[in-house]
């Protein structure tokens, strides 16, 4: 079984940035993607960032420029930096790796970590 834990979200000013952290464990072999989602309430789960073990890296277009994914391979764990904050990035973030185990493919989902941008 593949767990996977986010940090670092809380409450921000508008502008204001944070960094979450993702860290998945278990018996895992290879992870091919990890990346960001959220979802706001009222609304669908979006893509925000994912990247590969290879470093490739996609973006929804409302946050290229502020927001950044990188990620430790050795570590498994996944970062997102988010810069200039803005009150429609309020959200619920959950991190998701898709690999390969000891029990085969899997595709696993946080708990996820609330992100609230407010004065």
């Known amino acids: 079984q593949v767990h996977i834990v986010e940090s670092g979200g809380g409450l921000v000013q508008p502008g204001g940035s944070l960094r979450l952290s993702c860290a998945a464990s278990g018996n895992i072999f290879d992870i091919y993607a990890m990346g960001w989602y959220r979802q706001a309430p009222g609304k669908q789960r979006e893509m925000v960032a994912t990247?590969?073990?290879?470093?490739?890296?996609n973006y929804a277009d409302s946050m290229k420029g502020r927001f950044t994914i990188s990620r430790d391979n050795v570590k498994n764990t996944v970062y997102l930096q988010m810069n200039s904050l803005k009150p429609e990035d309020t959200a619920v973030y959950y991190c998701n790796a898709d690999g390969v185990g000891a029990k085969g493919d899997f595709g696993s989902w946080g708990q996820g970590t609330q992100v609230t941008v407010s004065s």
């Open positions: 990247i590969t073990s290879g470093g490739s890296t």
